[in-house]
Nanobody
Framework: QVQLVESGGGFVHPGGSLRLSCTAS????????MSWYRQAPGPERELVAT????????NYADSVKGRFTIFRDDAKNTIYLQMNSLKPEDTAVYYC?????????WGQGTQVTVSS
């Protein structure tokens, strides 16, 4: 079955950086687009960035453009989210996501907290 496992979250001061990772299994990773979402306290989950096959990035949220970079390593079945110049409003649980023929899949999430 599809599994997505995020890591790399933590606590950082404003202006700091973090790199999130999501390692996937159970499907043909290189043939699927992958996304990062985030959810601050509240009901809505926000799309942060999507990366297509062949490493083509798409759909950065306006709030993270120029600060976050999504990239992938198909040899490791892993996507990354490099987050620079972090702000308190980036505080959220960050989720990895993909859609396959078997459905829409989410990881368990990793907490990112940005605070002084």
């Amino acid at each position: 079955q599809v599994q997505l496992v995020e890591s790399g979250g933590g606590f950082v001061h404003p202006g700091g950086s973090l790199r999130l990772s999501c390692t996937a299994s159970g499907f043909d990773f290189s043939k699927h687009a992958m996304s990062w979402y985030r959810q601050a306290p509240g009901p809505e989950r926000e799309l942060v960035a999507t990366i297509l096959r062949f490493g083509i990035p798409r759909n950065y949220a306006d709030s993270v453009k120029g600060r976050f970079t999504i990239f992938r390593d198909d040899a490791k079945n892993t996507i990354y989210l490099q987050m620079n110049s972090l702000k308190p409003e980036d505080t959220a649980v960050y989720y990895c996501n993909t859609a396959t023929v078997s459905g829409n899949h989410w990881g368990q999430g990793t907490q990112v907290t940005v605070s002084s």
